[in-house]
């Protein structure tokens, strides 16, 4: 875990988040807890991860998502230096899809 954000009250949430078990669970869970522009900035944020690995080129991820270029740099920094958080989670998502 990220020492900046090691304490009980993050590590709380992540077993929140992990005792989830479907979709409309996590709908209901995360409305509570978010703002619309909170969910929207994390799924934007998911989807730029995505466009990245896709190896498409800035130009396309802004027209696509609407993410600032500012936005899409931290990204693509998390994806070449961070924790590999984003890549663990499209490993499961092309499994669940079948494409690995």
């Known amino acids: ?3 900046k954000l090691k304490d009980a009250n993050v590590e709380y949430l992540y077993r929140a988040v992990l005792s989830l078990q479907n ?3 996590c709908d209901r869970f995360f409305d509570d807890l ?3 522009q909170e969910l929207k900035a994390l799924s934007q944020r998911l989807q730029v ?3 990245l690995r896709d190896h498409q080129v800035y130009s396309e991820i802004v027209q696509a998502t609407g ?3 500012a936005t899409i ?3 693509n920094r998390s994806l070449n230096y961070g924790a590999d958080g984003y890549e663990a989670i499209f490993q499961r ?3 669940e899809d079948g494409r690995v």
């Open 73 to 75: 740099s931290r990204v």
């Open 93 to 95: 998502l092309d499994e």
């Open 67 to 69: 993410a600032s270029t």
């Open 1 to 3: 875990m990220n020492p």
């Open 23 to 25: 979709i409309e669970e």
């Open 34 to 36: 978010c703002t619309v």
């Open 49 to 51: 991860a995505k466009m």
